[in-house]
């Protein structure tokens, strides 16, 4: 996927401002299990509060914040928050995807303007419209979990609210994830940003089968003869290494189709697979990334 943004130099750093808040946005302190207290939940106001922010995949926000007081010696885990301030009301949004076990953190400005992106309901890169700078709001969530990553009841508590006022966001919106087919089939076209289009038109490809799965698969014609080939996941060149294949030397093992049907191992490297004799016609490719396996199927 294609990203628009503009570059920033802003360098982003954090200065402490007390405002105690909770859960309910009491004055109080919640109870949060059985003899513990928490209290001292405090998100601080970023020194750039009111500096111009141009958010790209390149920069980071640091956001700084306390530890609650639990009142035992635990590892706390916590989450950001991102929403938008709009006409006074609050619109919040998903919690980033990394978590932190620190109270100071570096956000990534990538997960920042995904999460904006979703909020303005730009669901594809033809629908997204450049919303400029606006107050961008954030708050942390703290919990306890146990051993199986589970949250202790009782021991989430919310912070305080804080802004960045002006804050711009690019085109990050999440899609289907591309495995580029590169091989003798294709005469071995260089897996480079300059070769993307002809390897569009001629079908090269496999997608995602949801967004996040990690699961490829897609149908592609196969010309007749001896038959090689691996695939990428990023057009950026030879040594880019996003490279997926039989195994991690650049050489090409040789394998059969039983019945049209080859099933076996992948893993990332330059190692391709050679099917001598391919009888010619469409295949069906089914890469799965979470447990390492290929399926290749004549149609």
């Known amino acids: ?6 570059k920033s130099s802003v360098l982003f750093a954090a200065v402490a401002l007390l405002f105690t808040a909770c859960k309910s946005d009491r004055d109080d302190n919640p109870q949060l299990g059985p003899n513990h207290t928490a209290s001292e939940f405090v998100v601080n106001t970023s020194a750039m509060a009111d ?3 141009q958010l790209s995949p390149d920069n980071t926000v640091n956001l700084t914040w306390s530890q609650p007081n639990y009142g035992v010696n635990t590892v706390v885990n916590y989450k950001v928050q991102v929403g938008l301030r709009q006409n006074g009301s609050d619109n919040w949004g998903e919690f980033l995807e990394t978590g932190f076990t620190t109270t100071s953190a570096n956000l990534s400005g990538e997960e920042i303007a995904k999460v904006i992106c979703k909020l303005d309901g730009f669901k594809t890169e033809d629908d997204y419209v450049d919303m400029g700078f606006r107050e961008v709001i954030m708050r942390v969530k703290a919990d306890i979990q146990n051993t199986q990553s589970k949250v ?5 508590i919310l912070s305080n609210t804080v802004s960045f006022n002006h804050m711009a966001a690019y085109c990050m919106i999440p899609s289907k994830g591309t495995l580029w087919v590169i091989g003798s089939c294709c005469g071995w076209p260089e897996p480079s940003p300059g ?3 002809t390897l569009v038109d001629g079908g090269w490809f496999i ?3 949801e967004i996040g799965s990690n699961v490829f698969e897609g149908e592609v ?5 001896d038959l090689t080939f691996r695939f990428y996941s990023k057009l950026t060149g030879w040594d880019g290494g996003d490279s997926y294949g039989f195994k991690v030397e650049d050489e090409a093992t040789e394998i059969t189709l039983t019945n049209g049907v080859y099933s076996g191992k992948g893993m990332t490297g330059k190692g391709s697979w050679t099917i001598n004799g391919f009888p010619g016609g469409t295949m ?10 290929v ?3 004549l149609l």
């Open 207 to 209: 997608m995602e089968t």
């Open 284 to 293: 069906k490719l089914t890469v799965d990334k979470n447990n390492n396996t």
């Open 295 to 297: 399926k290749f199927e």
């Open 195 to 197: 070769n993307k289009q």
């Open 51 to 53: 500096q111009y922010i």
């Open 221 to 225: 014609d196969m010309p007749e003869g």
């Open 152 to 156: 202790v009841e009782g021991t989430e």
């Open 1 to 6: 996927m294609k990203t628009r943004y503009f």
